[in-house]
């Protein structure tokens, strides 16, 4: 029996118009409604050109270029120019040479806060509630950029601008991270000239899910030999600005640069890590009360600024996985762990803030250096998604899944490289968010949100080394931008009329001294179920925890701080002003209202993550996959999750050494694969990077020959962690050659991407037992097929093998 495909033929439409030619005697003027302002004879002898309506919009004179850093999960109290740490030697030489900024805000998550720097408007109208992962079917929360929200790059690009964005993207929907996904979100459809990076939250640094314009790529070379994203990115952008240079050098332009980070997946060389060793081994307490008196003396902080608790939420409201546990309760093997945590975390930040001076270095070689306004700031304090335990294998926390100390310690001589998957415990999020309250998610407090800003421009920013502490969010930037750049955002766009920009520019804070008013009025917050705003110097905020569950967001107790005197918000003054507090709980909800807020979310990362959301593709029980394409992304890839699933492919063995990977789908830090070795069928689950592997292996040898192989699991339990427990069966044609107990991830494999692979398995591999890529050699595969339908599995073996002998 032989596969046949139906074609269905459109039929086009062939439309023929004829045109009328001018006589001989009769010239034609353009159109009274065009803006040709030439002459159209039959002879162009006769005719006079005018080629002003088709040239490109040109920027206006001596209109500067922007680079725009934008790191990760980094809070105020981490770099060196905040008096944190961690040694940044290009933001030190930035901020010598421009602004430091105190009370520079932003949504306390990565995609929310990145929407607003691409549009100028609140994140919910952008769509964008949460991360693209988590989105809703709701205005405020469906992960798509409204067409009355015009990208910024656009507006720059339609005036004269070139734009390139390198680096993390983390805003495109992610049912369309895929090879034959729309583009419609992807960068270069969004304003932007050129795009190199990776398009989720986060990637491996060692082995990243590149996208170089609109096709998936591989890294150019490996770990081995010497790769860190860091630094090819930095390679990236100084290749774009050197071409732009070469062939447009009086064009201005925008470059947009997302490392990867200071997200985990917290990936250092190691040289840098070790240039902290014994740096933290104090502890994370002792490092607030040590960084808060550093930041008051550089004049980060005000004076009489108090430090707040660690766990500052009731019992009863918090989330176990976001506590911090006092450093002096620790054993000495977590403080050993826990300190080299904190070691390669700085050696990520200061090997990358390294490789953007290479950028830096090459503006000021090539002239211009002082035309160009760096901002260089961060999307969201630090984050905690490391549990109170920190991580080898970040996986584990967006499966709710606990992390083992014994089994962490045995990656302490290579944490950071690629052998691990790594994040600091909460402990650290909360010292490097000092001296605030909590840290990334959590919209309501300052540790959260209040987040490093330096700008640099030499030629339009007077003052040098100083500091700014107007109140400002992420929403103000694009505002800043067009008024430099003497632009504005048109009220209609491509025919839309468009959503006015929410925030203020800050360019009057260039000249302006250090505590002049803000121009600010108010900014709500509202990230995974908490919320807060800010009026006027006044914040209420509602104590909750994010991805809780809880809900009962009508029974949230709310809490008062007068942060214009209190920049730490230590002081409830709820109970003392009872009518400014009903102000301001009225002031958010007519901001909800008018930014499409409602309805808040505070499921659990499983639960959220889980969302099985709509896509051009309508669900199925039966997916074919076939060789030699390109890694099918897990958001569109067949989901495993929680069920029963088979995995069989149609595969020929030529050589009777014939070996590699059939079928693999994600990386050594959670996945499964499909392989053959020395003659045996091999299945390999990866739960979540613990050892051992769970490992299958035949009972019998393969032989050249057509052969149907594969394996299913059928789910009969769940565990603790809501992982599935039941059993799996690996089968050579209707035999079955292995069988055991096996456990599945309650969540995805990972969020860096490692998608699926045919005959291949790329980046990192998931097993211990090949190297990446482990190409399958000696034989053919013909398709390999994966169900996750309830039918025996003879009956997709049987339709699988009637379709292998049929060729």
């Known amino acids: 029996m032989k596969f046949f495909f139906n074609i269905f033929l459109a039929a086009i439409a062939v439309v023929f118009v004829s045109s009328c030619q001018p006589t001989e005697e009769k010239t034609t003027e353009a159109a009274a409604d065009s803006e040709f302002k030439g002459k159209i004879a039959l002879d162009i002898r006769d005719s006079e050109a005018d080629w002003t309506p088709y040239l490109p919009k ?48 932003t949504t306390a998550l990565c995609s929310p806060t990145r929407s607003t720097i691409l549009t100028g408007r609140n994140h919910h109208l952008n769509g964008m509630a949460a991360i693209t ?17 015009a990208p910024f790059a656009e507006i720059l690009r339609e005036n004269g601008w070139s734009t390139f964005w390198i680096g993390k993207n983390h805003n495109v929907p992610e049912q369309d991270v895929a090879p034959g996904g729309s583009r419609a979100e992807w960068p270069t459809s969004i ?16 082995y990243p899910d590149l996208v170089e314009d609109n096709n998936f790529i591989e890294a150019p070379y490996t770990p081995e030999e010497g790769y860190h994203l860091s630094k090819d990115l930095a390679d990236k952008a100084l290749e774009m600005l050197r071409d732009q240079n070469a062939t447009n050098p009086s064009k201005p332009w925008y470059m947009w640069f997302n490392p990867g980070a200071n997200h985990a997946p917290h990936h250092s060389p190691k040289e840098y890590a070790d240039k902290y060793r014994g740096k933290f081994d104090d502890g994370y307490d002792a490092y607030r009360e040590w960084v808060v008196k550093r930041m008051i003396e550089k004049g980060v902080l005000p004076e009489d600024t108090e430090i707040t608790e660690f766990n500052p939420l009731p019992d009863e409201m918090a989330n176990p996985a976001d506590y911090v546990r006092p450093w002096n309760e620790l054993n000495a093997d977590e403080k050993k762990l826990f300190a080299r945590m904190a070691e390669v975390y700085a050696g990520f930040s200061e090997y990358t803030d390294v490789q953007i001076g290479r950028i830096v270095d090459y503006l000021e070689e090539s002239g211009q250096l002082e035309n160009t306004i760096i901002i260089y700031a961060a999307d969201n304090g630090a984050s905690g998604e490391g549990s109170p335990n920190g991580s080898v294998n970040e996986n584990k926390f967006f499966n709710g899944y606990p992390d083992d100390l014994a089994e962490n310690l045995k990656y302490l001589d290579v944490l950071g490289g690629p052998e691990t998957y790594n994040h600091f415990p909460t402990g650290w999020a909360a010292a490097f968010s000092a001296p605030f309250k909590m840290f990334k998610r959590y919209s309501q407090f300052a540790g959260g949100t209040n987040d490093p800003l330096i700008i640099s421009w030499p030629k339009g920013i007077k003052a040098r080394g100083e500091i700014r502490n107007q109140y400002h969010h992420s929403v103000d930037i694009v505002p800043t931008l067009l008024e430099i750049c003497g632009i504005e955002m048109p009220e209609v766009y491509n025919g839309v009329k468009q959503t006015p920009l929410s925030g203020v520019s800050m360019a009057y804070t260039f000249d302006a001294e250090p505590n002049a008013p803000t121009q600010k009025d108010v900014q709500y917050y509202a990230m995974l179920g908490t919320r807060g705003i800010w009026k006027d110097g006044w914040k209420a905020v509602a104590i909750h925890a994010p991805l809780t569950g809880k809900g009962n967001f009508d029974k ?13 918000e230590s002081k409830n003054l709820a109970d003392e002003n009872p009518e400014k507090l009903e102000e301001l709980k009225a002031a958010w909800f007519a901001e909800a209202e008018k930014n499409k807020v409602l309805p808040l979310d505070d499921r659990s990362a499983a639960e959220v993550l889980g969302i099985e959301r709509p896509a051009q593709e309508p669900p199925r029980d039966r997916y074919i996959y076939y060789p030699n394409t390109a890694p099918v992304p897990e958001g569109v890839a067949v989901n495993v999750r929680g069920r029963n699933f088979k995995i069989l492919a149609n595969v020929e063995i030529e050589d009777p050494n014939a070996s ?5 789908h994600g990386s050594r830090f959670g996945g499964h694969s499909l392989f053959i070795k020395d003659k045996k069928l091999y299945y390999v689950y990866n739960f979540l990077g613990i050892k051992p592997e769970q490992v ?112």
Not at 556 to 568: A, F, G, M, P, T
Not at 660 to 664: E, H, N, Q
């Open 58 to 105: 040109q920027a206006p004179k001596d209109a500067p270029n922007i680079l725009f850093i934008l790191y990760d999960d980094t809070g105020l109290a981490a770099w060196s120019p905040y008096g944190g740490r961690i040694n940044m030697p290009t933001l030190d030489k930035l901020a010598a040479n421009g602004l430091t900024y105190t009370q520079w805000h």
């Open 696 to 807: 299958f292996v035949s009972n019998v040898t393969l032989k050249p020959g057509k052969y149907t192989v594969g394996m299913e699991f059928i789910r009969e339990d769940a565990g603790e962690y809501g992982e599935s427990l039941g059993k799996m069966n690996l089968y050579i044609d209707e035999e079955v050659v292995a069988s055991g107990p096996m456990k599945t991830q309650p969540a995805k494999f990972t969020l860096s991407g490692d998608g699926l692979c045919i005959g291949y398995d790329s980046g990192d591999a998931v097993s211990d037992l090949y190297e990446s890529p482990g190409e399958f050699e000696g034989g053919k595969i013909q398709f390999v097929g994966v169900t996750v339908e309830g039918t025996p599995y003879v009956d997709l073996e049987a339709e699988a093998r009637r379709v292998l002998m049929s060729h």
């Open 133 to 149: 992962e988590a989105a809703d079917g709701f205005p405020g929360s469906n992960g798509r950029i409204p067409d009355d929200c």
């Open 191 to 206: 304003g932007f000239d050129r795009f190199y990076g990776f398009l989720g939250g986060e990637t491996n640094n060692w």
């Open 660 to 664: 590699g990977v059939i079928f693999a």
């Open 556 to 568: 949230d107790k709310w809490e008062l701080y007068h942060v214009e005197e209190d920049r730490s």
